[in-house]
C-alpha cells in the first residue's frame, strides 16, 4: 500500500489510473479506523480495481467548541488495518495542502435545507465543512465509486445532493451501520467514553429499536412516540438534541406511516456526543 501525502500527487496517481482503464473506489475518512471502516474497504474491494481509502481530520466540519483538537488519531494502527483489507493507496493530506490559503478563505460547498436541519442545526456550517472536503477529496482521488456509512445517515444524503447537483460522476454507495454486540454503533467517538458511560450507550439503539417496533406495529402518533423516547433516554443518564421520525430520502416530517421512514437521534452521554439512527423499510 502506497501512502500518500500531497494533494497533487494523489491527483496524477489518479490521473493515471484512469488512463490505464482502472476503476477506483474511495473510502474517505477521519482516521481512528474501527470495523466499521475496515467494512467499506472490505466493500470497496468489490467495486473497483483500485481502492483509495483518505485519512483526513477535517477543521472545516468542526465547531469552535467541538473536539477537533482531541479527536483520536491513530495513523500508525489505521495503516495497518488498512493494509490488512488490501487497500492499495492511503491518502493522508495535512491540512496546510488541503487548505492553503486556511478555512476561513476557501471556496465552499453548501447543499441547502437537507444540511440545515438536524445535525445542520446543531453543529452550525458542519456539512458545509462536510460537503467542502468530500469535494476537494472527490476531485484529488477522482473516484468512480465512494463508499459512505449509514450511521452519518444525514451526512450520506447530504453527499448524495451534492453529488447529483454539482453532476460528480461517482456512484455513491451505502453501507449498514457496524454494531458492537450490545448494539451500539461503532464510532471514533466511542472511544471518550468512560466505562460507566459505554455501559450506558447501548440504551440509544434499544431506544431506536422500540420505536421502530411501535411504527411497524401501527402506532401513528409519531409526536407521542419521539417524545417517550426523549424521555427514556432522558431517564437513562442522555441529554438528547433531537430524537425524531423522518422521510428516509428527504429527511421531511412524514405525511403516513406508511413511507419510508428513519428515525434519527442525536443525545449526549456525558461530554460525548453520540448519533445513530435505524430506517424503517428499504432506504
Ligand atoms: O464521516 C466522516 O468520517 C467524515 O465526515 C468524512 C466523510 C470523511 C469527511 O471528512
Do not use: C, W
Not at 466493500?43 to 477543521?59: C, E, G, K, T, Y
Not at 452550525?124 to 449509514?150: D, N, Y
Not at 455513491?172 to 450507550?201: E, K, M
Amino acid at each position: 500500500m502506497d501512502i500518500i501525502r500531497s494533494p497533487e500527487q494523489m491527483q496524477t496517481r489518479a490521473a493515471d489510473y484512469h488512463r490505464q482503464g482502472r476503476t477506483i473506489a474511495f473510502v474517505p475518512t477521519m482516521g481512528s479506523l474501527h470495523a466499521g471502516h475496515a467494512q467499506l474497504v472490505k466493500l470497496a474491494r468489490q467495486h473497483a480495481d483500485v481502492v483509495v481509502a483518505s485519512i483526513f481530520v477535517n477543521p472545516l466540519q468542526f465547531g469552535v467548541n467541538e473536539d477537533f483538537s482531541r479527536y483520536p488519531r491513530a495513523l500508525d494502527s489505521d495503516s495497518e488495518l488498512l493494509l490488512q483489507h488490501k487497500a492499495d493507496v492511503l491518502f493522508a493530506p495535512a491540512v496546510a495542502d488541503m487548505y492553503p490559503h486556511g478555512t476561513a478563505q476557501t471556496s465552499f460547498v453548501e447543499v441547502p435545507e437537507l444540511a440545515n436541519e438536524l445535525e445542520g442545526a446543531h453543529r452550525p456550517g458542519h456539512f458545509r465543512g462536510v460537503a467542502t472536503v468530500v469535494a476537494k477529496l472527490f476531485h484529488m482521488t477522482q473516484p468512480h465509486t465512494a463508499l459512505f456509512g449509514e450511521k452519518d445517515y444525514q451526512q450520506l444524503l447530504v453527499i448524495r445532493h451534492m453529488v447529483r447537483d454539482l453532476n460528480f460522476p461517482i456512484q455513491v454507495i451505502s453501507v449498514p451501520t457496524v454494531r458492537d454486540a450490545d448494539g451500539v454503533a461503532l464510532s471514533s467517538r466511542n472511544a471518550y467514553l468512560s466505562a460507566a458511560l459505554r455501559a450506558r450507550a447501548p440504551l440509544l439503539y434499544q431506544t431506536l429499536r422500540h420505536v421502530k417496533e411501535q411504527v411497524q406495529s401501527g402506532v401513528t402518533d409519531f409526536a407521542m412516540l419521539e417524545k417517550q423516547a426523549s424521555s427514556d433516554l432522558q431517564a437513562g443518564g442522555f441529554v438528547p438534541d433531537y430524537l425524531t421520525i423522518r422521510h428516509a430520502h428527504t429527511l421531511a416530517a412524514p405525511q403516513s406511516h406508511t413511507e419510508n421512514l428513519v428515525i434519527l437521534a442525536a443525545a449526549r452521554l456525558g461530554e460525548t456526543r453520540l448519533i445513530d439512527n435505524l430506517q424503517i423499510g428499504p432506504i
